[in-house]
């Protein structure tokens, strides 16, 4: 069965701040593996996206990285703000022309800054 | 705005009612997904429509959903006869498919559906 595993479920950290988050995979095939930030009440907004040849990739003070080999991924937030207050879900998709059967969401790791 | 939108918001209903759901995605998108969320998980897949096409549905979708775009652009999902089961958040994506697109979903900000 794929299934996408985060940790750890929730974390306090305060503000300034570095944390990593971990997501393990055993979706197969796998096609690319998405970063969404949560912020309460609202709908998830995309971070990053890799492709199985993409080891890491960054979006401000957000960084990916993927391990293709152990289906292993991380987030790594530099310099937390208050603003990351949030949850992150790890999405992995098998399939690379789109769609949605098959693709997997963790359950999310729930992140709070404070000041 | 140009993201994607949903209405109602909140929605509170008794068991038994039907309610129902509007989405309008990102003008150019072809594709609209939709996705269930419960407290402290992550989304669910129901369905998705490729334009007025519905192409899958999840087994989580039972006979008393049913969800259309008639025209390939805005989409509605109804709840029959709802259940205490069905309070969650509702959340519609919609996406542009084509060769080189990565499919990335952009979300909308979710109804959330309290069933009394």
Known sequence: ?115 | DTGVSQDPRHKITKRGQNVTFRCDPISEHNRLYWYRQTLGQGPEFLTYFQNEAQLEKSRLLSDRFSAERPKGSFSTLEIQRTEQGDSAMYLCASSLHGESSTDTQYFGPGTRLTVL
């Not at chain 1, 960054?58 to 990285?65: E, P």
């Not at chain 1, 292993?72 to 310099?79: C, D, E, G, N």
């Open chain 1, 1 to 115: 069965k794929n299934q996408v595993e985060q940790s750890p479920q929730s974390l306090i950290i305060l503000e300034g701040k570095n944390c990593t988050l971990q997501c393990n995979y055993t979706v197969s095939p796998f096609s690319n593996l998405r970063w969404y930030k949560q912020d309460t009440g609202r709908g998830p907004v995309s971070l990053t996206i890799m492709t199985f040849s993409e080891n890491t990739k960054s979006n401000g003070r957000y960084t990916a990285t993927l391990d293709a080999d152990t289906k292993q991924s991380s987030l790594h937030i530099t310099a937390s703000q208050l603003s990351d207050s949030a949850s992150y879900i790890c999405v992995v998709s098998p399939y690379s022309g789109g769609g949605a059967d098959g693709l997997t969401f963790g359950k999310g790791t729930h992140l709070i800054i404070q000041p």
